[in-house]
């Protein structure tokens, strides 16, 4: 396993997106972005209130009394965040706030690809209750992924990352260039941005050659009808298996020849790595099922 440091204690893990469901949202009195701080007296704790006029934030938002969100500018660069990180965090202890404190992005302007849809953040990060040294590691490895084109969406769930690709055509190379960086050494989840799941892939590299991820990611292109999934428990040592659904009978007879050829044997490090195809017809739906490579299954 990576380092450690940027890896959220449990408890407070499972809260890390809690902020895209915040509902009902309410509005903290003096929260519009872009006014001018009240000074805090010296000694005098900030309050959750008085950070949310500073001109970094742009929206702050609660769960009754129990949690807030605070939005910071797309414009703000990664010192300014690191240190709202930490002011949120502590003025969150200082009050006692008795749920969780979530500090996220403004949304990144994509096209939308449903007008009904609220774009989430660009990245979202509970910053409270939790470690300041985790957080200020966690949030520059997230900064990392963020500065990657064509990515969004960027959490983290139980030390488990994942991140939203926006375009298919770059979704090859975006997944290259955040691989092998600290938040998703360890495996991750990559998410097509689509209205229904088109492609999803939970990369675990300890089980997954990066050959199998591009011969996936090509099946999708190739069939942009088909739900294509990537399956696997969120964790290092989780072993997947691809789902290709919505395909046409002969469609599964090509896939499943392509993804048994010999030259694909050796893209599961350890043991085979399973497929599961379907396809709808007059009987209702038939699977057909093998491995990678046409590797025996121990």
Do not use: N
């Not at 990245?123 to 949030?139: C, F, R």
């Not at 969406?153 to 260039?177: H, K, L, N, Q, Y």
């Not at 050796?266 to 057909?288: I, Q, R, W």
């Amino acid at each position: 396993m990576r380092r450690q440091t940027r890896t959220m204690p449990r408890a407070a893990g499972a809260a890390l997106i809690g902020a895209l469901a915040l509902a009902p949202v309410l509005a903290l009195a003096g929260c519009a972005g872009g006014t001018t701080s009240t000074p805090t007296p010296s000694g005098t704790p900030e309050s959750l209130a008085q950070l949310c006029e500073d001109p970094l934030v742009a929206d702050c938002a609660t769960q009754g009394r129990e949690s807030v969100a605070v939005t910071i500018i797309g414009s703000a660069t990664d010192e300014e965040t690191l240190a709202l990180a930490g002011r949120v965090r502590d003025a969150a202890a200082a009050e006692s706030l008795p749920g969780e404190a979530i500090l996220q992005r403004e949304p990144v302007e994509v096209p939308q690809l449903d007008a009904e849809i609220t774009p989430p953040p660009a990245w979202t990060l509970q910053v409270y209750p939790a470690d300041a040294a985790e957080i200020e590691q966690t949030l520059t490895d997230v900064l990392e992924v963020a500065g990657t084109p064509g990515t969004t969406g960027i959490s983290i769930a139980d030390g488990w990352p994942t991140v939203t690709i926006i375009d298919m055509a770059e979704f090859e190379w975006t997944f290259t260039s955040i691989k092998d960086l600290d938040l998703f050494a360890d495996g991750g989840t990559y998410t097509l941005q689509s209205v229904d799941e088109r492609l999803r892939i939970v990369h675990v590299p300890a089980r997954t050659a990066d050959a199998a991820i591009h011969e996936v990611v090509r099946i999708a292109q190739e069939y942009p009808h088909a739900e294509v999934v990537l399956e696997a428990e969120p964790r290092p040592d989780a072993s997947p298996t691809l789902y290709v659904s919505g395909l046409e009978p002969d469609e599964v007879e090509q896939i499943s020849d392509r993804l048994t050829d010999p030259a694909l044997a050796d893209v599961a490090p350890e043991g085979a790595l399973s497929f599961v195809l379907g396809t709808t017809g007059e009987d209702g739906v038939t699977y057909t099922g093998g491995t990678f490579g046409g590797v025996p299954i121990d």
